[in-house]
């Protein structure tokens, strides 16, 4: 007898609607798993076979067939165990057909019986769900993730014999969950608690007017400094005074950390902005994506969150340049074996390096032993190009001893507040925009610039004496309209005044 199933396939970020097709004819007792597979899935036979025994069904003694089509499309991932199962059970006249239609299955089979998570099941809910697919059995351990999908009802399992059972109306064991429902995931207005506060860090009041003014609008910064500054610091403070994470940008980040295998019981969704903190032995593979098909790099994981490069300095020129061409598309585009894969990419850029090898270069308080070659050598590493991109510099100086004993800076909540200011601001400015699909004034298409980044005769006056006197490139000046642009909107101006262009002339990097 010849049955078919729903179930999909995800193909790095993109997935694909499968059709399961068993057949069960006389034979040798064999089953042949068709249909371009990896071996993920020629191994389930061992699993179908365990799973169906354990739980007290039979199974068939004859020639068993199961083709996965479309039969051209690579097949990869233990989650079509669920959906093979109850192929051959639909097939051997164990399971009723009549909910059959309606409902797609997704998840890993144990030899016990019990339904595994499984990763990347979300987008495949979504594709589920375009097909016009009414119902979707996964894993229980699946089942918050993919209840962010709207307009698809989500049926949690434990294991085969609860799918069964239900299939089969002796008892319905499955969690029911409908998806519409969005009570459970309605972003709640919360308290800002940061567990990370800027207040704890004493002096450097102008690093951080420099950090609420990348975060408002989006912008890439480097921190140089000596040891002991406080770079890390006040890095790894950034994500708390951000925006919180909206509906659209949750499942997104949901999706990438499920594809990615990063979700687990205790994580089933991503609710705040990440931070990515690659160690030093990180590779171009490892921060771009690597494997077949293409496991998402520290890049895709930094979405709409912070890709904190530490020790800029010391990392590899070619790990450093391949951030070039992410940080102005956005993406990661990756050919592997005839297939490309592309990521979203959308991070804000945070690096840190110390001014030369010792780390003492310019600071008034230690003498710097490098001898030119070595500080030449050092800074060869980060190439103009590169630098280039990075839209705030700021340097960092060892606070004095009165600022460390002193009062409390500014707090994470005052620089939140202003944020979130500047970021208002911009959603409504840029909805007049809708087909350049600008958010943050980090991402004003060129052709716009001018019209948005209206200046003040003062402030045009400045830029072109700057131009020539700072030997600014056509790229550095429109950045600095850019920053500009957003020192303005924090201060809640309509037009780029001169105080605001000098502050953000501030921020770009002068040659030595």
């Not at 300095?313 to 992410?326: A, H, N, V």
Request: charged letters at 30%; glycine letters at 8%; hydrophobic letters at 35%.
């Amino acid at each position: 007898m010849l049955s078919k199933v729903k179930t999909a396939s995800i193909n790095g970020m993109e997935a694909r609607l499968i059709d399961v097709e068993t057949d069960i004819a006389r034979g040798l007792p064999n089953i042949n798993i068709i249909g371009l597979g990896d071996t993920t899935v020629k191994e389930a036979s061992a699993r179908l076979r365990s799973s169906i025994i354990a739980t007290k069904h039979e199974f068939p003694g004859e020639r068993i067939t199961i083709n996965l089509a479309p039969a051209w499309l690579r097949k990869r991932g233990s989650h079509f165990d669920l959906a093979m199962c109850i192929g051959i059970l639909l097939s051997s006249g164990q399971v009723s057909d009549l909910k059959i239609g309606d409902i797609a299955f997704l998840g890993e089979l144990s030899l016990t019986g019990n339904i595994n998570r499984c990763k990347g099941i979300m987008p495949m809910v979504k594709i589920l769900r375009n097909a016009g697919i009414k119902k979707v059995i996964v894993p229980i351990g699946n089942m918050k993730e993919s209840l962010l999908v709207e307009g698809i009802e989500v049926l949690g399992a434990r294991s085969l014999r609860d799918v069964t059972y239900y299939l089969n109306d002796i008892e319905d064991l499955l969690v029911h969950k409908d998806s519409s429902d969005k009570l459970i995931f309605d972003c709640i207005e919360k308290e800002f608690n940061p567990p990370l506060d800027y207040r704890d860090i004493k002096g450097q009041e102008h690093v951080k007017r420099a950090i609420t003014i990348a975060a408002a609008g989006g912008h890439g910064i480097l921190m140089t400094g000596s040891p002991g500054t406080g770079k890390t610091m006040i890095a790894e403070r950034l994500p708390f005074i951000m925006p919180p994470l909206n509906r659209e940008e949750i499942i997104e980040l949901t999706s990438i950390y499920s594809v990615s295998g990063l979700l687990d019981d205790e994580n089933q969704i991503i609710e705040e902005r990440p931070f990515r903190n690659p160690g030093m032995s990180v590779t171009i593979p490892g921060m771009l994506g690597s494997g077949t098909p293409p496991r998402p790099g520290e890049v895709t994981l930094a979405h709409k969150g912070v890709l904190f490069i530490d020790e800029l300095g010391e990392r590899g020129r070619d790990l450093i340049d391949c951030l070039r061409i992410p940080m102005e598309s956005r993406c990661v585009i990756i050919n592997r074996t005839g297939e490309t894969y592309k990521y979203p990419a959308d991070f804000m850029f945070v690096a840190a390096t110390n001014p030369c090898k010792c780390g003492h270069y310019g600071d008034p308080r230690k003498e710097c032993t490098c001898t030119a070659g070595e500080l030449q050598a050092y800074r060869s590493r980060l190439s103009g190009p590169m630098l280039g991109r990075i839209d705030i510099h700021v340097e960092l100086m060892s606070p004095e001893y009165v600022e460390l004993t002193g009062g409390q800076g500014k707090s994470s909540k005052e620089m939140h507040k202003e944020i979130l200011k500047a970021r208002e601001i911009q959603k409504k400015r840029y909805s007049k925009y809708e087909d350049y699909k600008i958010c943050l004034n980090s991402e004003i298409d060129d052709s716009i610039l001018d019209e948005i980044c209206r200046m003040s005769p003062e402030a045009r006056r400045l830029l072109g004496q700057a131009y020539d006197s700072m030997s600014l490139e056509p790229r550095s000046a429109s950045k600095i309209k850019k920053i500009a642009r957003t020192i303005a909107d924090i201060s809640e101006s309509e037009i780029i005044e001169k105080k605001h262009l000098a502050e953000a002339l501030q921020y770009r990097e002068r040659r030595r």
